[in-house]
């Protein structure tokens, strides 16, 4: 049974929105619901990589037994958001294993999971990826905003000793001109675009002044899912996030809050929904470390999609052969879908 099919009693009035109507009350940004992927630049690891993990930890091994196809597929397949973690890596070569990794030798972030371990990556260099994106997005103008989630990599890597680079304001900033190096301000959604003139990015949100449907398509969005220690430091003494690339993860009370990471939607379904009715921006997940897929469970997929979370995250935007019938999609295959907390209430 496709996942589709067994979630059609629960989805059945929750239609794709054409890019060609507009409703009575034209929907944001903030009133859709759409799936995208975890770790989405992520190849399989070498066997021998592999079966060295397995040696040390069987469920490690097996929570890292994922794979994406290249970024461009996965957006053709309907995912509106994609997930990059970011190694800071300025001189370069940080990361590289020898003369041969060429990308890897190059200044600038890299993209990798276990930088030393579970390393492949279909865009070893961020201003690859991101080029990919944005050339996919020149030919794709009418789709929906795209949420690009970054992790911003600090953990040691069990596969070898050497500890991945500190992110510090210089490396915060670094990253916000890298990005800009490549995507024009035109096609990004910015913290002040949504602050506008009040007094701080949280009243803004509250307000109802995330850009309509309409203004966003075509564009993309930055959200830094990442502790409190780290993004204060990506704020600095900014009162939200004047200036920022990105929207960050932060609680509901803070002055710079927008976006929210809320990763497990059955012990917390009920806080996102209150936070997606409030106008915040959510990221949830269908599912994690293989486990919904190896055990063919839906439970966290079915309160996913209940909960209203903007973008549903999952590791299956394909059906992995060895797990058959496990696979996340929106009804019909849609991109988007009118979003049941929100916009569904007040479309005609």
Same mark, same amino acid.
């Given at each position: 049974?496709?996942?589709?099919?067994?979630?059609?009693?629960?989805?059945?009035?929750?239609?794709?929105?054409?890019?060609?109507?507009?409703?009575?009350?034209?929907?944001?940004?903030?009133?859709?619901?759409?799936?995208?992927?975890?770790?989405?630049?992520?190849?399989?690891?070498?066997?021998?990589?592999?079966?060295?993990?397995?040696?040390?930890?069987?469920?490690?091994?097996? +929570?890292? #037994?994922?794979?994406? $196809?290249?970024?461009?597929?996965? /957006?053709? =397949? *309907?995912?509106?958001? %994609?997930?990059? @973690? !970011?190694?800071?890596?300025?001189?370069?070569?940080?990361?590289?294993?020898?003369?041969?990794?060429?990308?890897?030798?190059?200044?600038?972030?890299?993209?990798?999971?276990?930088?030393?371990?579970?390393?492949?990556?279909?865009?070893?260099?961020?201003?690859?990826?991101?080029?990919?994106?944005?050339?996919?997005?020149?030919?794709?103008?009418?789709?929906?905003?795209?949420?690009?989630?970054?992790?911003?990599?600090?953990?040691?890597?069990?596969?070898?000793?050497?500890?991945?680079?500190?992110?510090?304001?210089? +490396?915060? #900033?670094?990253?916000? $001109?890298?990005?800009?190096?490549? /995507?024009? =301000? *035109?096609?990004?959604? %910015?913290?002040? @675009? !949504?602050?506008?003139?009040?007094?701080?990015?949280?009243?803004?949100?509250?307000?109802?002044?995330?850009?309509?449907?309409?203004?966003?398509?075509?564009?993309?969005?930055?959200?830094?899912?990442?502790?409190?220690?780290?993004?204060?430091?990506?704020?600095?003494?900014?009162?939200?996030?004047?200036?920022?690339?990105?929207?960050?993860?932060?609680?509901?009370?803070?002055?710079?809050?927008?976006?929210?990471?809320?990763?497990?939607?059955?012990?917390?379904?009920?806080?996102?929904?209150?936070?997606?009715?409030?106008?915040?921006?959510?990221?949830? $997940?269908?599912?994690?470390?293989?486990?919904?897929?190896?055990?063919?469970? %839906?439970?966290?997929?079915?309160?996913?999609?209940?909960?209203?979370?903007?973008?549903?995250?999952?590791?299956?935007?394909?059906?992995?052969?060895?797990?058959?019938?496990?696979?996340?999609?929106?009804?019909?295959?849609?991109?988007?879908?009118?979003?049941?907390?929100?916009?569904?209430?007040?479309?005609?």
């Amino acid at each position: 049974m496709s996942i589709s099919l067994a979630l059609a009693p629960l989805l059945f009035a929750a239609a794709a929105l054409p890019s060609s109507s507009v409703p009575a009350e034209a929907p944001k940004m903030n009133d859709i619901q759409a799936v995208g992927t975890h770790n989405s630049y992520k190849q399989a690891m070498r066997d021998d990589v592999h079966a060295r993990i397995r040696a040390k930890s069987e469920k490690l091994a097996q +929570a890292l #037994d994922y794979a994406h $196809r290249p970024l461009a597929e996965q /957006l053709d =397949r *309907g995912a509106r958001q %994609l997930e990059i @973690d !970011v190694n800071y890596d300025p001189e370069g070569g940080y990361y590289a294993k020898g003369k041969s990794d060429a990308e890897l030798l190059k200044p600038g972030f890299k993209v990798l999971h276990m930088a030393f371990s579970d390393a492949a990556s279909s865009c070893e260099r961020l201003v690859t990826c991101l080029a990919v994106i944005r050339d996919w997005s020149d030919a794709h103008p009418d789709h929906a905003p795209i949420m690009l989630m970054f992790n911003a990599k600090e953990d040691a890597d069990p596969e070898h000793g050497k500890p991945a680079l500190r992110f510090d304001e210089k +490396a915060f #900033d670094a990253l916000d $001109r890298e990005i800009l190096s490549v /995507l024009p =301000r *035109g096609k990004l959604i %910015l913290p002040d @675009d !949504v602050q506008g003139s009040y007094p701080t990015l949280r009243d803004a949100v509250l307000a109802g002044n995330w850009p309509s449907l309409a203004a966003a398509r075509g564009k993309i969005f930055f959200a830094l899912d990442e502790h409190e220690a780290k993004v204060a430091l990506y704020r600095g003494k900014r009162k939200s996030l004047e200036g920022r690339v990105f929207f960050v993860n932060t609680d509901e009370n803070s002055p710079a809050a927008a976006y929210l990471t809320i990763n497990d939607p059955v012990a917390e379904g009920e806080r996102i929904a209150r936070d997606v009715r409030a106008g915040f921006i959510v990221r949830t $997940r269908a599912d994690a470390d293989t486990w919904e897929a190896r055990e063919g469970s %839906l439970l966290r997929l079915r309160a996913a999609l209940a909960s209203g979370a903007q973008y549903i995250s999952t590791d299956y935007l394909w059906e992995d052969p060895r797990f058959p019938g496990y696979r996340v999609a929106l009804p019909g295959g849609a991109a988007e879908r009118c979003n049941p907390v929100r916009a569904c209430l007040k479309m005609p």
